[in-house]
């Protein structure tokens, strides 16, 4: 597994891929990609089964999450950190200007998704 990862390499790979996620480390305990929406998209995600840490490298959105409250709802940009509890429901909205995002997925993500 390699240790040093370059962001240009991760988002080219994506773009030849037409995925909108690129998973770039997977080990046990974690995997990390990047996530990328146009400006004008909808995310269409689902809950996870695991706990999320997402950091916006660029781009503007705002970013709802239900929590113990209720849903919460804020402007997101670039140095952001946002972090998701399994099996909450969460989602980018309004993106006016295209978004890149790393994730990080503790333990690693399952693809398995929650019912709700």
């Known amino acids: 597994m390699q240790a040093f990862y370059k962001l240009e390499e991760?988002?080219?790979t994506q773009l030849v891929s037409g995925a909108a996620y690129q998973e770039f480390l997977r080990a046990?305990?974690?995997?990390?990609?990047?996530?990328?929406?146009?400006?004008?998209a909808t995310d269409t995600q689902k809950?996870?089964?695991?706990d999320e840490l997402y950091y916006v490298i660029d781009g503007a959105a705002r970013m709802m999450v239900y929590n113990d409250k209720g849903a919460e709802q804020r402007?997101?940009?670039?140095g952001d950190i946002i972090f998701v509890k399994a099996?909450?429901?969460?989602?980018?909205?309004d993106i006016t200007r295209d978004l890149v995002v790393l994730v990080i997925f503790a333990p690693a993500e399952s693809m398995a998704k929650v019912q709700r």
Do not use: D, K, N, Q
């Open 10 to 12: 991760i988002v080219r």
């Open 28 to 40: 046990p305990a974690m995997s990390c990609g990047v996530y990328t929406l146009a400006a004008g």
């Open 47 to 50: 809950p996870h089964a695991e």
């Open 87 to 93: 099996g909450r429901e969460h989602r980018f909205h």
């Open 75 to 78: 402007a997101v940009g670039a």
